[in-house]
């Protein structure tokens, strides 16, 4: 399998989590970049109850194992938290943007996930899901 295909693969399954979620995924990978050229591979926004939009921007990356700490993760999505450190430092303090993630497909079909924030970065956990060459089925 290529690497393009595969990555095809992970941004269905990707979109596929999203709806499960509630929320409405766009791949964007071929079409977007933010201002701080980060190519994301997704864009999903859900509506809040209180009439608020949670909006999130996902990038994928692929490693050959698990991040056994934040530390592993830090040194592994240096670039992309290197980027929105410039990105958070133009915004004011108390003005709400998006959410950016990083999920990572690890060898056990599945995606780990980190929300980068104004203070670094932070493991997040969604449903267990599969992800990979087998289209998420077991």
């Not at 994301?40 to 700490?69: P, W, Y």
């Amino acid at each position: 399998m290529t690497a393009v295909h595969r990555m095809r693969i992970l941004e269905q399954q990707a979109g596929t989590i999203f709806l499960k979620l509630g929320y409405k995924p766009v791949i964007v990978s071929n079409c977007f970049r933010n201002s701080r050229y980060i190519l994301f591979n997704l864009s999903a926004r859900k509506e809040r109850e209180d009439g608020t939009i949670d909006a999130v921007m996902v990038k994928l990356k692929i490693s050959l194992h698990a991040m056994q700490s934040l530390d592993e993760a830090t040194v592994f999505c240096r670039n992309e938290i290197g980027r929105l450190k410039r990105f958070f430092d133009q915004v004011p303090q108390g003005v709400k943007c998006s959410r950016f993630e990083v999920w990572i497909s690890i060898p056990s079909d599945r995606f780990q996930q980190f929300e980068i924030t104004r203070d670094g970065i932070r493991e997040i956990l969604i449903p267990d899901e599969k992800t990979g060459q087998n289209g998420g089925k077991v």
